[in-house]
């Protein structure tokens, strides 16, 4: 395992549309392995390929309570309600707004054994899946922010 650079601002990688994945080979499990390490070093709470510059469909999250999640092929299926909260990502250190997101999220995905998983998520994690599902699609969470805060705010 190894921690990989974080891809930041402008790079066109996060702008980038990630691929299926469309076999789980030991090549994609050495990433998710060195996504995860990552997010740990850096403290973070989520983190998708495309911040590590590989542009195919993985994320990796921990919030702690829940533990490493590793989501291959992720894809929103359900989603209820609305709140606005502030978030930020590690590839625009320093950046804190608020972002409305969907309350509670459900996602199916793949797990690192090929087998279809179904998480439901609501408050910060629903807001880390959405946040990370955006990243597969190019899109940063700046784009969605309605107020910028101090970070210390
Ligand atoms: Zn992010």
Redesign the pocket.
């Known amino acids: 395992m190894a921690v990989r650079i974080i891809r930041k601002k402008d790079d066109p990688v996060l702008r980038q549309r990630c691929s299926l994945v469309k076999e789980i080979t030991p090549k994609i499990i050495d990433i998710l392995e060195d996504m995860a390490e990552t997010m740990y070093h850096n403290d973070g709470v989520?983190?998708?390929a495309n911040?590590v510059g590989v542009p195919k469909q993985l994320v990796v999250i921990d919030l702690m309570d829940q533990g490493l999640i590793e989501l291959i092929n992720p894809k929103m299926v359900q989603a209820e309600g609305q709140e606005v909260e502030a978030e930020g990502?590690?590839?625009?250190p320093g950046i804190v707004g608020e972002v409305e997101r969907a309350k509670k999220v459900t996602v199916e995905a793949l797990n690192r054994e090929g087998k279809k998983i179904k998480i439901t998520g609501s408050g910060l994690f629903a807001r880390a899946l959405q946040?990370?599902l955006d990243?597969l699609e190019g899109k940063?969470?700046i784009d969605k922010v309605t107020r910028f805060l101090e970070p210390s705010e």
């Open positions: 989520g983190l998708a911040q990502c590690l590839s625009f946040h990370e990243h940063v969470f």
